[in-house]
Each structure stands twice: as structure tokens, then as C-alpha cells.
């Protein structure tokens, strides 16, 4: 029984997508039976219009499985329910809305698109547990797939810097990103933290406030972005609010010391291969960054659990579990086509 997939994308652009980056990887190991080429959007989500288009799109282009890989929801409206997953990476924009928007980002994002698919993946069991409250759907639909690691990133040993050590902060949504209190909390520690995201006028303010050596990047290609985790000594992720949280991963593959939040699926996601803070403490955040500069056996630690929690997100095993998903789906809307027939 060979299964035709088809995967789709937001338009692309200019910038660093890791869920691309990551369906990317799982399409090249899906075992022989299963065939999936991506499909992308030809609008960019602006506007009701271009929406629309999207979803007209989508509808001409569908699949034995039709399966959104993330950021594009609504085009569950226009595909056949019976042979659409969704896959769903976050909450995040309900968290930071109020009224009116809200209302329509909960029921054209979520709801209804949720209402669509014959399943639905969530990436970390954190942000399952968000589905189902924001949805009211069954718990069976939802079935939890993390994101790959894709093998780009790999061990890149590096004697660590304790003198002035290189931070790697990837982010700056000021919604969650959580720069204001990490430049807090590393105030007065010799070191340059280099930031991957463009920087608003407040957060420059505070970063020269709190006397921080800093560079700031953005639009980097993904052999950059292996680059720059290679070239740091840790990675600080003290987010306030992620649907799973990649960079653990990414730094744990490639051997870097985490500093991340004890909050939502970042727990789940680092396991034991990173320091836990509370983000909304600097005093927190900075004794965990203190605590893998000034202990090297603490550190070496980290970084050895690392690499063996990046097995959980390898690309070969979390294409056996969408290929197990893909085989699900397919022949229950097999069955339900010849007994409508």
C-alpha cells in the first residue's frame, strides 16, 4: 500500500524556518510506502483575500493525505477532513490577544481548522494539553509528534571560554523571548551575548543599560545558524512561553550547555540536558548561567545528557512516527470511502 503525502507550507521568505528546515528532513526518510513532496502557499498569510487564495490552492492540490505542517491551519477549511492532519507547534498568539482578534484567531486558527482534520499532532505533550482545553476535541485525535532535529546539527567540540564565554540567544519576541530580563540577569558577568533576531529600540536600551556586549543577527541560512551554535560556549533559552523550544535541541545535538525555563514544554523537551530557571526571575536566570561557567563537571554534565536527549528528535524517528500517522489516516478514510460506496 504506497501513500501519497502531500506537506503544506507557508510561502516562503527570507529568515531562519525550522519547521520547514524540519519537514524538510522527515520527507527524505520516510520509508519506500510513503511518498510526500511539499507544497507551498502562494500568499503569504496577510489579509482575508490572500487567505482565501491559500485555501482555493490547497483545495486543487490535495493528496491521498493532506497534511499541514504548521502555520497555515486554515487551510483545513478547503481539504477533505477525512484525509487532513494538522499539525500544530504552538498556542502562542491566543496568549497575547484580547477581544475581538482573539476571538477570530481562536475560531479560524484553531477551532474550526481543529474541527477539519481527521488528526492532529501536537509537538510537545504541553501543548496537547492546550489543544484540548482551547478545542473541546476528543483526546484520541490528538496524538503527540515532537519536532525532528535535522542532521545539520552535529557535535562541534569547542573548549569552553569560563573567562568570557560566548551566550547564544535565539529571539526577540518581546511576547516571550524574554531579553529584557536575560540582559538583567547577565549584568556584570564577563561575556558577549550574541542575539539572533532583531532588536527593538527597547531592548538596545536595555542591553546598553545593563552594560552588555552584544551582536545581533537575523536572516541567517540554516549552515549560519549551525555556524553560530558551533562558534558559542552556551545557549541561553529562558523563554517565557514556547510550544516545544528547537534551540535545546539544536544546542544539545551539537554539544553546547543550556541554560532554559522550568516553565510549559521546555521541561519536557530538555529532560536532564539543561539548567532549569525560573524566566521570570533574573536572579534565577543568572545563577544558572554562573552555575555552567564557574562548574565544569556540572557542565560537561549537561553536555553529555545532551547528546543522548537529542535521540528522542532524530529525523529517522520521527519519520517512523508520521509514516505510522500517514499509514492511520489513510486507510480509515480507505474504509470509510468503500463502506460510504
Known amino acids: ?145 515532537p519536532e525532528a532535529v535535522t542532521p545539520d546539527f552535529h557535535p562541534c567540540p569547542k573548549e569552553f571560554n569560563a573567562e568570557k564565554p560566548v551566550i547564544l540567544q535565539i529571539g526577540t519576541s518581546e511576547h516571550n523571548k524574554n531579553l529584557v530580563r536575560v540582559a538583567e540577569a547577565l549584568r556584570g558577568i564577563p561575556c558577549q551575548l550574541h542575539i539572533i533576531g532583531r532588536l527593538t529600540g527597547t531592548q538596545c536600551e536595555v542591553l546598553k543599560k545593563n552594560r552588555i556586549e552584544y551582536a545581533e543577527e537575523w536572516n541567517l541560512s540554516d549552515e549560519q545558524m549551525v555556524e553560530r551554535y558551533c562558534q558559542c560556549d552556551l545557549v541561553i533559552f529562558a523563554s517565557t512561553y514556547e510550544g516545544f523550544g528547537m534551540p535545546i535541541v539544536e544546542a544539545n545535538a551539537t554539544g553546547r550547555p543550556v541554560v532554559t525555563s522550568n516553565l510549559c514544554s521546555m521541561p519536557e523537551v530538555a529532560d536532564k540536558a539543561a539548567c532549569l530557571v525560573d524566566p521570570l526571575d533574573s536572579w534565577s536566570i543568572r545563577a544558572g548561567v554562573l552555575r ?22 532524530s529525523a529517522d524517528l520521527i519519520a517512523r512516527k508520521y509514516a505510522a500517522l500517514y499509514r492511520e489516516v489513510f486507510s480509515r478514510s480507505e474504509h470509510k470511502s468503500r463502506v460510504g460506496s
Open 1 to 145: 500500500m504506497n501513500v501519497f503525502v502531500r506537506h503544506y507550507e507557508r510561502k516562503p521568505r527570507a529568515g531562519n524556518f525550522s519547521i520547514e528546515r524540519a519537514f524538510e528532513a522527515v520527507r527524505k526518510r520516510l520509508p519506500e510506502d510513503i511518498q510526500a513532496i511539499a507544497h507551498h502557499s502562494p500568499f503569504q498569510s496577510r489579509g482575508i483575500v490572500r487567505r482565501i487564495i491559500n485555501i482555493m490552492d490547497a483545495m486543487a492540490h490535495q493528496g491521498a493525505v493532506n497534511h499541514i505542517v504548521g502555520d497555515v491551519h486554515y487551510l483545513a477549511l478547503g481539504l477533505r477532513k477525512q484525509r487532513t492532519i494538522l499539525t500544530i507547534h504552538d498556542c502562542v498568539g491566543l496568549r497575547f490577544r484580547r477581544g475581538m482578534r482573539r476571538f477570530v484567531l481562536l475560531w479560524f486558527w484553531y477551532r474550526l481548522p481543529i474541527r477539519r482534520a481527521a488528526a492532529v499532532v501536537a509537538i510537545s505533550r504541553f501543548t496537547r494539553e492546550e489543544i484540548l482545553q482551547l478545542s473541546g476535541c476528543e483526546s484520541g485525535k490528538v496524538h503527540v509528534i
Open 292 to 313: 555552567i561557567i564557574n562548574e565544569p563537571q556540572y557542565r560537561n554534565q549537561l553536555i553529555a545528557n545532551g547528546f543522548e536527549n537529542t535521540k528522542r528528535f
